[in-house]
């Protein structure tokens, strides 16, 4: 048993607790409270003391693409430094690039990832895994989440393939934190045959789903005619352009389900989407990248559809860190949401979308003890301390990382 005490504890669903504190034994948390009370409850524990510092759930980056961690290196090697503006562009240059690449750079690039999410404050991913032969990389970190299976194309049996090898690994779990996902890529890389293969593949295996979906207008322009910029991505891949493009997301059904960007959302999909139980994810730096609409955040939280974040890959953010993502989406919505609101997406939202809500994104008993600590932002007060943490948070990265109760850092000096 432990008590992991700071000036602040911020559960999320509840109050904001001054000399905060958490009770802990077998890597999940029995109380959470004042450090007085937990004290006088449990005399003789010892206790870790972070000082000024503030304990709150980890963040959740409920989409990414950590093998691509390493792409800027990738890109320059191969003589692309830069990244295009345009959408369609972009695509063509990520394949191009990631054909420069062997298997062993791209393992090596998803274990950066996994472990410069950790250091950012990230306990849990939504990771789209394309390459499977990677998939003994995450049995080397401790982080949470769920790996979504990307499944892509408008061949049934090129798609029939692809599942069978999906199958395969299946059969073992990727790491003791993380499930097992299914992505059906996007509207645009498939058609309604393909992605009615991926849904039943899914349904058969109880797999939630992750789609892009309404990610930029040329997506839109594509769906609707058939025809536009992204007819280039499909002479470049040697594919027939589809006569039936995928009209409307799958369902969740019972196993989950997210909508990955929803730039493009219209109002009148809205409330099909939350009557099909499907969460959304933002990711607006990613979106900001290319010149995109926002989401139609407001409309979204009037229908009561679930929202996350995400940092979308290193081929189109800066950054792996929520913390950012969070000071980004503060400033893009500007006036949308209240602070309170985005942290709580950023965290607790996070932990819904990915099936996490029994076990973090909380500080409450019963829960893993999985937290963070971060400094207090300079001048903090407890009336402006979470509007402080989304302006401010990721400028300096947490102290600690705990996942069920255990240090998740990366190096030794800060693991206690």
């Not at 989409?63 to 369609?88: I, R």
């Not at 990520?94 to 690449?101: A, E, I, K, S, Y």
């Not at 219209?266 to 959304?280: M, N």
Request: aromatic fraction near 6%; charged fraction near 15%; charge should be negative.
């Amino acid at each position: 048993m432990k008590v992991f005490r700071a000036r602040y504890l911020l559960p999320i669903d509840a109050p904001l607790v001054d000399d905060g504190a958490l009770l802990v034994a077998g890597g999940r948390i029995l109380a959470a409270g004042s450090h007085h009370d937990l004290a006088a409850a449990h005399p003789g524990v010892a206790v870790v003391d972070f000082g000024d510092a503030v304990i709150l759930p980890p963040m959740v980056n409920a989409h990414t693409h950590l093998e691509l961690t390493n792409f800027p290196q990738w890109a320059q090697m191969a003589g692309e430094a830069l990244v295009p503006d345009d959408f369609v562009d972009w695509i063509l240059q990520l394949v191009r690039v990631r054909r420069t690449v062997g298997s062993e750079a791209v393992r090596a690039s998803l274990f950066e990832g996994l472990w410069d999410s950790l250091a950012a404050g990230t306990g849990a991913v939504g990771d789209i895994l394309t390459t499977l032969a990677a998939t003994s990389v995450y049995a080397q970190s401790p982080m949470q989440g769920r790996i979504f299976c990307e499944v892509l194309g408008v061949e049934a049996s090129s798609v029939e393939a692809r599942l069978a090898e999906v199958a395969r690994c299946l059969a073992h779990s990727p790491a003791p934190g993380l499930s097992w996902g299914l992505s059906p890529h996007a509207p645009y890389t498939l058609n309604r045959e393909t992605l009615g293969q991926a849904r039943a593949f899914a349904g058969e295996h109880c797999l939630a789903l992750a789609m892009h979906w309404a990610e930029t207008a040329e997506e839109v322009e594509f769906l609707a005619t058939a025809s536009g910029p992204l007819e280039r991505l499909y002479a470049a891949a040697g594919w027939k352009l589809p006569a039936n493009p995928p009209t409307s997301p799958p369902a969740s059904g019972d196993c989950g389900g997210l909508l990955i960007h929803a730039a493009h959302l219209k109002e009148a999909e809205i409330d099909d989407i939350a009557r099909a139980g499907l969460g959304v994810v933002l990711c607006p730096r990613s979106n900001s990248r290319f010149g995109e609409a926002r989401a139609p955040l407001k409309a979204l939280r009037r229908a009561g559809v679930p929202l996350a974040l995400g940092t979308d890959s290193r081929a189109s953010s800066p950054s792996l860190s929520i913390w950012a993502e969070l000071a980004f989406a503060r400033a893009w919505f500007a006036g949308d949401l209240d602070p309170v609101s985005w942290l709580a997406i950023a965290t607790t939202g996070g932990a819904a979308a990915l099936g996490l809500s029994g076990r973090m994104g909380r500080l409450a008993s019963g829960l893993e003890a999985s937290f963070q600590v971060i400094g207090v932002p300079d001048g903090a007060t407890p009336a402006t301390l979470v509007e402080a943490l989304c302006a401010e948070g990721h400028r300096a990265p947490p102290q600690a990382l705990f996942l069920n109760g255990e240090c998740a850092c990366r190096g030794p000096a800060c693991c206690l």
